[in-house]
């Protein structure tokens, strides 16, 4: 069955300083991507998607991510964290044919330090 | 504006009474779901619709019920048999089941008493 892994369920970061968020998947074909954001008490905000192509994809707010085959990841990055970016950040996947929901990983956690 | 609207955003309730939330969308999405989010879960799917008058099981049906009569709106029933409703629910559309974007509601948060 398919799945998917946050490794890291909190991180602080400073202001100004990089991010990377793990996501590692588990899936019998490359599936669909996908990273969420959720601000508190809100709901989900689709930060970026990748279906195929260029491995490294561009989002809304500065997130990139890049999808490596070889290690079933597909992390999330930024160069330079702001303090509106503290939220929680899902990782989710979706295969490429049939229908079949969204799997959505547990999350991570970012909170921003001045 | 278009958008998923849910209500209510508080609800607190007796145990062993059910409940029902709304979730009404104006985006034209066939598709329509609840999730259940509760700390350290992440999201887990309860129900999910793909086209009026149809809708599955997720991976956490027991204790809740569906309808999808009309394509706009999904309500979600929380029987007393649910074991531990108290949770953060969202209900979410997509123009697709699993390839397009999903947009979310702002959630409905249950507290059974």
């Known amino acids: 069955a398919q799945s998917v892994t946050q490794p890291d369920i909190h991180i602080t970061v400073s202001e100004g300083a990089s991010l990377e968020l793990r996501c590692n998947y588990s899936?019998?074909?490359?599936?669909?991507l996908f990273w969420y954001v959720q601000s508190p008490g809100q709901g989900l905000q689709l930060l970026l998607k990748y279906f195929s192509g260029d491995t490294l994809v561009q989002g809304i707010k500065g997130f990139e991510a890049e999808f490596k085959r070889s290690q079933s990841s597909f992390n999330l990055r930024k160069p330079s964290v702001h303090w509106s970016d503290a939220a929680e950040y899902f990782c989710?996947?979706?295969?490429?044919?049939?229908?079949?929901?969204?799997?959505f990983g547990k999350g991570t956690r970012l909170s921003v330090i001045a | 504006d278009g958008g998923i609207t849910q209500s209510p955003k508080y609800l607190f309730r007796k145990e062993g009474q059910n409940v029902t939330l709304s979730c009404e969308q104006n985006?034209?999405?066939?598709?329509m779901y609840w999730y259940r989010q509760d700390p350290g879960q992440g999201l887990r799917l309860i129900y999910y619709s793909q086209i009026v008058n149809d809708f599955q099981k997720g991976d956490i049906a027991e204790g809740y019920s569906v309808s999808r009569e009309k394509k706009e709106s999904f309500p979600l029933t929380v029987t007393s048999a649910q074991k531990n409703p108290t949770a953060f629910y969202l209900c979410?559309?997509?123009?697709?089941?699993?390839?397009?974007?999903?947009?979310f509601g702002e959630g409905s948060r249950l507290t059974v008493l």
């Open positions: 989710a996947v979706g295969p490429p044919w049939g229908n079949t929901p969204l799997v």
């Open positions: 899936y019998g074909a490359t599936p669909y």
């Open positions: 979410a559309s997509g123009r697709e089941i699993n390839t397009g974007e999903l947009f």
């Open positions: 985006l034209n999405h066939d598709a």
